[in-house]
């Protein structure tokens, strides 16, 4: 039996969300009583709020919106790597060790840990990937790189470095994993997100199965 891991957060009214970006918020317009055998909400919440997927467009004028994103990159067997604590970057030797001859092949997606215990209120220090991480990681055929924080940037960064790489590297990205529960190891990764068709991202349901054998 393939165990699985959700590693998506829990989405309510409450959730952090980036300074500036729209919360979630959920009203009732119908509720089941006479008359009405249906409960329908509306929702109304910024596309990066929770486990989400950001599209070209986010961080490219010209760029693809999530809905013109091909899926593959989001499917699949991915690793898993613990940075626990690193600082403000993840930089290539918080992450070698689980990159190296002596394990299986590097799978085309990464995801990596820095929280011990993911927050419940926004972190204004999170941590990010160092540009070169990401360099290196595409250099060795990673198509999509994974966090548990916010963003791959620093939360102060107006340059955006890192999704600068991963827009002319080609890459696809992930943010706002729980990973607190899953081991250092190999994955089935499936995040699939929406068929927003003019976004700049799209929640994603995250999990991770294991892989058979």
Known sequence: MQKLWDISPPVHTGSP???GDTPYSQQWCATIGPGC????SAITLSPHVGAHADA?????ASGASIGAVALD???GPCRVIHAIGCGPLIEWAHIAHAINP???PLPARVLVRTYAQAPAQWDGQLSAYAPATIERLADLGVQLVGIDTASIDPADSKTLDSH??????GLRVLENLVLDDVPEGDYEL????L?????DASPVRAVLRSLPG
């Not at 055998?37 to 329908?40: D, G």
């Not at 070209?56 to 490219?60: A, E, G, I, Q, V």
């Not at 068929?195 to 976004?199: P, S």
């Open 190 to 193: 499936i995040a699939l997100p």
């Open 17 to 19: 969300v980036f300074p």
């Open 164 to 169: 600068q790489v991963i827009r002319r590297r």
């Open 37 to 40: 055998p249906v409960n329908v």
């Open 56 to 60: 070209p467009l986010h961080y490219d």
């Open 102 to 104: 002596a394990l299986p």
């Open 73 to 75: 990159a989001f499917l």
């Open 195 to 199: 068929k927003l068709t003019t976004a």
